[in-house]
């Protein structure tokens, strides 16, 4: 039996990545998230990607392209982003910025 998404508007994979990453499928809770850089792709959640995320920032009422003002600029040193630990995907997520 297929459950059916909860009628907030998103996607049943949206929802199940917000609820991973323990924040509410409420639109305050998600731009605080977002703004807050709690949600991001490739960056907290692994799961959670460009596409989820381009979504989620619909839902929100942001543009879809959104990157928090606490997220690092995509011209810091490479070897800075690999000593904080962020996977490849990340960099590449933040050298298309």
């Given amino acids: 039996m297929k459950l059916k998404p909860p009628s907030n508007g998103l996607s049943a994979r949206a929802n199940r990545r917000l609820s991973n990453a323990g924040i509410p499928a409420e639109k305050e809770a998600v731009l605080q998230a977002l703004k807050t850089g709690a949600l991001y792709p490739y960056f907290r959640q692994p ?18 392209s959104f990157v928090s003002p606490t997220m690092m600029p995509s011209n810091w040193p490479l070897l800075s982003r690999r000593k904080i630990g962020l996977t490849s995907q990340a960099m590449d997520f933040f050298n298309s910025l």
Avoid: F, P, S
């Avoid at 990607?49 to 989620?56: D, I, M, S, Y």
């Fill in 47 to 64: 799961l959670y990607g460009k596409k989820t995320h381009q979504e989620v920032c619909r839902w929100a009422g942001l543009d879809e």
